[in-house]
């Protein structure tokens, strides 16, 4: 199956291959992977229809940008006339009444949208064990977990069921899974992409990335898809640098390796030797590479968790078995109707979030929680700027371990939580990181190598990837 979207337009414009073909062959092996879980609803009818029209177009060439591109979506991007449910029994059989904006501009390309892609619960979680219709299964091995919480979107593009797909990065969600199956996951800076259409879970991390194959399908995707919005008031207002065909700026460069991320005793061997033959690879090209101490790593995730949850329980609210979404037959009045429909609608780790953001929240814990957590934020990310006043990028294992045991860690949040914590530093501090493939573990299965870069410097970010793959 194509790796690469280049191949797939050689092949069209040849006529080896035409685009109604290449969708069934996609279908066919979503069919024969059915059991990985990676998809929730396969679009087959629409997308057979998109490609014959699509293919005409080529053959008149006036076809778009994405022809013959063929992309699964996150359960938690709305897409109008067509189901979603973030995974979530609460909005299950909701129909979106519109498109978010990153569907539409990939519809504008000609993408073919082929399904719609299995996730934690409202995008909670790190391994996809939270979604309410199952765990998604790693297709290098089957009894591994998939990452989170885009999983669905990580292994549709691992086993061949569609060439990329757009998931979401709260704390990790991209880059987690994408380092877990293989391949480059990328969350942009915050407010490149807009996040209109996307069911929030925490509003001020929250944003929509790809999962590829190869670092030139990610540029052209975000060539499409980022920009500003007027339906986002969080979204850039200024002009992006163009992602295709951009170039590094230095003929060498400085890198910073956080030396905690080495030296904690949760990184797996496999992941720390991996990490320094990566920063030995680096030096012997002529590049600079340091270690520096970070010593808010360890305040990471309790910031994290305490930020996001609180977005995520007045987000939330708004399921209330009111006006959309499960209303439980058991309701007797409006009380009732608020808490047996959430009750029975959310499943645990949703309930406990919102719990942890309400607690954090309430009178007499604001402050020694909340407000302090937000004092903390504005800290990281002071001190992340300055790293980068020295350094061109910063590099670090995307996760302390490979993709572990499907219920491995199921009854452990804590242990669960952890695994986000080398990727929640780019959310907390809004700047762009990547998650690149960096070989593999004894049992075979991938382990990622995470770089970030400055605020806005996203397309140097990829150029660096794309001048190193």
């Known amino acids: 199956m194509y790796k690469n979207f ?42 057979k229809e998109k490609a014959v029209a699509i293919q005409e177009r080529f053959i008149q060439g006036n076809a778009g940008r994405l022809a013959g591109m063929v992309i699964g979506l996150k359960d938690n991007i709305v897409y109008k006339g067509h189901k979603v449910s973030a995974s979530s029994k609460i909005l299950k059989d909701f129909e979106s009444l ?12 000609d993408a073919i949208i082929i399904g719609r892609l299995n996730c934690d619960e409202f995008a909670m979680g790190a391994s996809n064990e939270n979604s309410a219709f199952g765990p998604v299964k790693n297709a290098f091995d089957e009894t591994r977990v998939s990452g989170g919480s885009s999983g669905g979107a990580a292994v549709s593009v691992q086993a061949g069921m569609c060439l990329a797909s757009l998931g979401s990065d709260t704390g990790g969600s991209i880059r987690q899974p994408a380092s877990f199956c293989g391949l480059y996951g990328f969350k942009p800076t915050y407010g490149f992409v807009s996040r209109w259409g996307l069911i929030a879970y925490a509003s001020s991390f ?17 060539e499409v ?39 904690a005793d949760g990184v797996e061997p496999a992941v720390k030797k991996a990490t320094e033959a990566y920063i030995q690879s680096l030096k012997a090209a002529g590049h600079t590479v340091e270690g520096i101490s970070f010593d808010l790593l360890s305040v990471l995730i309790p910031v994290y968790y305490t930020l996001t949850t609180a977005e995520a329980s007045s987000n939330l609210s708004r399921f209330a078995g009111m006006h959309y979404g499960h209303r439980s037959v058991k309701a007797t009045d409006l009380e ?13 780790e949703v309930k406990r979030r919102i719990m942890l953001g309400t607690f954090v929240l ?6 020694a929680y909340y407000s302090k957590a937000q004092k903390v934020r504005r800290l990281v990310q002071d001190r992340t700027k300055k790293i980068f006043e020295e350094f061109d990028f910063i590099i670090s294992p995307t996760s302390p371990t490979t993709a572990f045991k499907i219920g491995e860690k ?26 690149i ?31 190193l793959a």
């Open 6 to 47: 280049s191949n797939i337009q050689a092949d069209l414009k040849s006529g080896s291959i035409t685009l109604p073909k290449l969708v069934e062959q996609y279908l066919s092996v979503i069919e024969e992977k059915k059991h990985l879980n990676a998809f929730l609803e396969v679009f087959t009818e629409e997308a």
């Open 98 to 109: 519109y498109s978010a904006t990153v569907v539409e501009r990939l519809l504008e390309e």
């Open 206 to 222: 929250d944003i929509i990335g790809p999962i590829t194959h190869s670092v030139n399908d990610m540029q052209l995707l975000l």
């Open 225 to 263: 898809i980022a920009g500003g919005d007027a339906q986002d008031a969080t979204s850039v207002q200024e002009p992006i640098p163009s992602f295709l065909g951009a170039k590094t700026s230095k003929p060498k460069y400085k890198f910073a390796y956080i030396k905690e991320t080495l030296e």
């Open 336 to 348: 009732s109707t608020i808490k047996k429909s959430r009750t029975e609608g959310f499943g645990p």
């Open 362 to 367: 309430s009178a007499g814990y604001y402050d």
């Open 410 to 435: 199921s009854d452990n949040p804590i242990a669960m939580y952890l695994a986000d914590i080398f990727t929640v530093h780019a959310n907390i501090a809004g700047i762009p990181a990547v998650s």
């Open 437 to 467: 493939p960096n070989g593999m573990d004894e049992n075979g299965m991938p382990i990622g190598l995470q770089l970030m870069a400055p605020h806005g410097k996203d397309a140097e970010l990829l150029a660096l990837c794309a001048s």
